[in-house]
């Protein structure tokens, strides 16, 4: 599988939002028309996929569009460590996967400890449903997730990281 053909894949796995893939599309295009222009004039046909896009290139780029349009359609808790479980309550309630399953988050915002506990606890109340909390890191201090269908996590995390990605489960 292509870097550009795995980028499409695990848009579609994490959500289901036609606005989701574009979104990373339009990065993944950018940053090769970018480095056509800075090209010397050597011919690099060898660095491309079968859509011209250059592998490797923009990942960093196309990964924050990801979260970027998760977070616009709403499919993303977007938590800091220091946040507590209410936060986290409160963040998933409004995302849509749990509010087309009616789940009732005021149970993890009873749970005490840090924003793995909180998560932990709302992956448990998710699974009933086929659902999975899944963490996507971005930096030291961010905990972006996102409700992703249980039977894609595996798959989710796999892909990211063959592009060079982490997400994983935090449960």
């Known amino acids: 599988m292509t870097d550009y053909i795995a ?9 289901d939002d036609p606005e989701i893939w574009p979104s990373v599309q339009e990065v993944l295009h950018v940053g090769a028309d970018d480095d056509r222009e800075e090209d010397d004039g ?3 046909q060898a660095d491309t ?17 990801l ?3 998760l977070d616009d359609c709403g499919a993303l ?3 800091h460590a220091d946040d507590t479980a209410m936060e986290l309550a409160d963040a998933l309630a409004g995302v849509p996967r749990v ?17 793995p506990t909180a998560s932990a606890a709302a992956d448990a109340l998710l699974a009933p449903a086929g659902l999975a909390l899944v963490f996507l890191e971005e930096d030291s201090d961010a905990y972006p997730l996102v409700v992703v269908p249980r039977e894609s996590v595996t798959e989710i995390v796999d892909t990211a990281a063959a ?9």
């Open 67 to 69: 979260i970027d349009a």
């Open 49 to 65: 996929d079968e859509s011209g896009v250059e592998e490797d290139d923009g990942a960093d780029e196309a990964w924050g569009a």
């Open 77 to 79: 808790a977007y938590l």
């Open 99 to 115: 509010v087309r399953i009616g789940l009732d988050t005021d149970e993890i915002g009873d749970v005490d400890g840090d924003v």
């Open 42 to 44: 050597d011919d690099h």
């Open 7 to 15: 980028w499409e894949r695990l848009c579609t796995l994490i959500d």
């Open 163 to 171: 592009l060079g990605f982490v997400a994983r489960q935090l449960s």
